[in-house]
C-alpha cells in the first residue's frame, strides 16, 4: 500500500527545503554581489584608466600641432640655413607666448643648437638630449618627457622641411624645431579639475596603491626619449557610489533572507491556482496554438484573460518587430555616420571658445591679449555658426524643401560684391586675384539671387582654403541661353579617382590632410544640390599639385 503523507508534513517538508534553499540563494547572492563590486571596482578602474590617458594626450595635442604646423615652412628652413637671429626672435620666440608653452629650439641638420628661447618664469636651456636626433629616423614628429633642474618637461620634437612638403617625407631634414611644457603644479591642478581627481606625479619606483578602501587610482609611466618611464603621474579618485554599493549589498542580502520566507508561505497556494495552471495553458498555446486552451486562459483571470489577447496578436507583433528593429539599426548606423563626420568640426569651435573664454579670466591680463582672445572666440563661434547653417541647409535639401526665389539680378553687382568680399582675404595670402564678366554692367538674369549667392561664395571659399601661392580667377560667360560660371585655382588639387567623391556629404578632397583644413565637407553638397535646383549642373577640372577649375550652369531666362 502507497505510504501517503499528509498536508502538513508534506508542507513542513518543503518548507525545510526552502529554508534550506533561501540560505543557499542569500549565499549565491552574496558572492555575486560581491563579484558585481569587483567588476564595477575594475569597470571605474578601467574608466579612470582611459579618462587619464586621454587626458595626458589632451595636454600635447596644440604642442603636437605647433610642432608639425611650423616645421614645413620655406622661411624656417632659409632661416636655419642662414642662422638669422632677429628672425627666430620674431617667429620662433613668440611661440611660447602664443601657445602658453615654457621652452622652445631650433637645430640644423647637423644637430647643432641655433635658437633657443624659454619663458620668463622658466630660465631653462639645452634641455634636448644629443640622443634624441636618432629617432628622426623613424619619425617627423616625436614626443618625450625630460627630468631637468627646473622639473619636468614634456617635448615635442619635428623635423623641418619646405611648405612643399606638408607630410615630411619627401625632402631631407632641413632641421629641427622642439616645443616644451612644464608639467607644473598649475598643470596638475588643470588635470585634477578636468579628470574630477587628485593628480601627483611620482617617482617611479613608488607604490600606487589604493590610499583607502574605497579609493580608484591609476598611474601611467610618463617616457623619456628612450621609451624608459621617467616620471610617473597618478589619478587618485575617492568613490563614495563603492562604499554605498556595498552598505546596500547587505541589506538587499538580508531583507531578501526575510521576504522570501514570509513570501513563499503565503503565496504557495496562490502561485499553484493562479500561477501555475494558467502558465499551463500559455505554454499549450504558445507550442499548439490551440484555441480551447486559449478559450479556457480568457476565463481564468481578468489578467490572464488581457495575456490572452496579447498572445492573439503575438504573431502579428512579431513581423512588427523585425521591420522595427531593422529600422532601429539603419536608424544607428546613420547616427553612428554623422557623429563620426561632425563630431571633429563640431569640437574645434567649441574647444576654441571654451579655451580662450578660460584665459579672459586669467588674471594680469593685458588688453592687447583680452582683445585677441575675444577675436579668437569670435572667429569660433563664426565657424560654429557656419557648420550649424550648413547642417540646416542639408536638412531642408533632404526634406525635398527647398524654395526657389526668381528675381531679377544684376550679376555683375553680385559677382562685384563676392570679388570685394574676399579680395582683402585673398590678397592677403600674396595670392592674385581676378574675375571676368561676360555681360555688360546693365545686363539682368531671372534666377534665385540668394542660392546664386551661395553657390558662389562656397566655391570661391574652397579657393582661398586650398591655395597657398598662386592665383584665384571667377568669372562667367555667356553660353547659348545658359551663364558658364567658373571658378579657378593655383592650389593643391583633387586626384581624378576622389573628384566626383566631393560633391557627397563630410568630404574633403584628400582624406591624409583633412584636418588641416577646417570644414564640415558639407559646402560643395549643398552646391550641387542649388545648381541642380536651379536647372543647372556643377563639374570641375582639377590636376594634383597644379590647381582646380569648377564650373556650374544656370539658365538665363
Known amino acids: 500500500m502507497k505510504k501517503k503523507y499528509s498536508i502538513y508534513s508534506v508542507f513542513g517538508g518543503l518548507l525545510i527545503i526552502v529554508v534550506a534553499f533561501v540560505t543557499i540563494v542569500t549565499f549565491v547572492v552574496s558572492a555575486m554581489k560581491s563579484r558585481e563590486y569587483d567588476l564595477i571596482l575594475e ?3 578601467n574608466q579612470l584608466d582611459q579618462e587619464s590617458v586621454a587626458l595626458i594626450k589632451l595636454m600635447g595635442r596644440s604642442m603636437s600641432q605647433v610642432a608639425w604646423d611650423y616645421t614645413y615652412w620655406d622661411e624656417l628652413v632659409t632661416s636655419v640655413e642662414k642662422r ?11 611661440i611660447i607666448t602664443s601657445f602658453r608653452l615654457d621652452y622652445v629650439a631650433v637645430y640644423n641638420a647637423e644637430n647643432l643648437l641655433i635658437h633657443e628661447a624659454s619663458s620668463d618664469s622658466e630660465a631653462v636651456s639645452s634641455i634636448i638630449p644629443d640622443s634624441v636626433f636618432s629617432l628622426f629616423r623613424d619619425s617627423a614628429l616625436i614626443t618625450f618627457f625630460v627630468n631637468t633642474p627646473h622639473g619636468l618637461y614634456r617635448v615635442y620634437g619635428a623635423s623641418v622641411h619646405p611648405t612643399s612638403d606638408p607630410l615630411h617625407n619627401e625632402t631631407p631634414d632641413a632641421g629641427y624645431l622642439f616645443v616644451s611644457k612644464k608639467w607644473d603644479d598649475a598643470l596638475l591642478s ?7 581627481t587628485q593628480v601627483s606625479l611620482i617617482p617611479v619606483s613608488d607604490s600606487t596603491g ?20 621617467v ?4 589619478f587618485l579618485r575617492e568613490s563614495n557610489l563603492l562604499k554605498r554599493y556595498r552598505e546596500s549589498t547587505l541589506n538587499i542580502v538580508l531583507l531578501l533572507s526575510a521576504s522570501l520566507l514570509v513570501i513563499l508561505g503565503l503565496f504557495m497556494y496562490v502561485v499553484v491556482k493562479w500561477v501555475t495552471k494558467p502558465l499551463n495553458l500559455v505554454t499549450r498555446y504558445i507550442e499548439t496554438e490551440d484555441g480551447a486552451g486559449l478559450k479556457n486562459l480568457k476565463t481564468t483571470s481578468l489578467e490572464y484573460c488581457k495575456v490572452g489577447l496579447l498572445l492573439s496578436d503575438h504573431f502579428r507583433q512579431t513581423e512588427e518587430l523585425i521591420a522595427a528593429k531593422k529600422m532601429a539599426e539603419e536608424s544607428d548606423k546613420l547616427k553612428s555616420a554623422f557623429l563620426a563626420n561632425m563630431s571633429h568640426e563640431i569640437r574645434t569651435p567649441m574647444n ?11 588674471p594680469g591680463l593685458t588688453e592687447e591679449d583680452r582683445q585677441s582672445y575675444l577675436k579668437m572666440i569670435e572667429e569660433s563661434g563664426n565657424r560654429m555658426l557656419n557648420i550649424i547653417n550648413d547642417l540646416i541647409n542639408i536638412s531642408i535639401i533632404d526634406a525635398g524643401q527647398i524654395k526657389i526665389h526668381l528675381s531679377k539680378v544684376r550679376i555683375n553687382e553680385l559677382t562685384d560684391h563676392i570679388y570685394e568680399f574676399f579680395r582683402h582675404e585673398i590678397e592677403g595670402k600674396n595670392l592674385e ?6 555681360l555688360d554692367d546693365e545686363a539682368e538674369i531671372l534666377t534665385d539671387r540668394d542660392k546664386l549667392y551661395a553657390i558662389l561664395i562656397n566655391l570661391v571659399k574652397n ?21 558658364l560660371f567658373y571658378v579657378s585655382d593655383t592650389g593643391i588639387g583633387i586626384p581624378k579617382e576622389r573628384q566626383e567623391a566631393v560633391f557627397g556629404r563630410f568630404i574633403q578632397a584628400d582624406m591624409n590632410i583633412s584636418r588641416n583644413y577646417e570644414g564640415a565637407g558639407l559646402g560643395l553638397s549643398i552646391s550641387k544640390a542649388y545648381v541642380e535646383e536651379l536647372g543647372g549642373k556643377i563639374w570641375l577640372e582639377s590636376v594634383p599639385g597644379v590647381g582646380s577649375t569648377f564650373f556650374f550652369t544656370i539658365p538665363r531666362r
Do not use: C
Open 433 to 438: 586675384f581676378n574675375y571676368k564678366k561676360g
Open 463 to 483: 579657393a582661398s582654403k586650398y591655395t597657398h601661392e598662386g592665383s584665384i580667377m571667377f568669372g562667367y560667360s555667356l553660353n547659348e541661353d545658359n551663364l
Open 352 to 362: 576654441g571658445i571654451m579655451g580662450f573664454a578660460a584665459l579672459l579670466t586669467e
Open 43 to 45: 569597470g571605474n578602474k
Open 231 to 234: 616620471a610617473k603621474i597618478k
Open 190 to 196: 588643470e588635470l585634477s579639475t578636468l579628470s574630477g
Open 210 to 229: 589604493a590610499a583607502g578602501a574605497y579609493s580608484i587610482v591609476s598611474a601611467h609611466n610618463l617616457p623619456g626619449w628612450d621609451k624608459e618611464p
Open 84 to 94: 638669422d637671429p632677429q628672425w627666430f626672435e620674431d617667429n620662433i620666440t613668440t
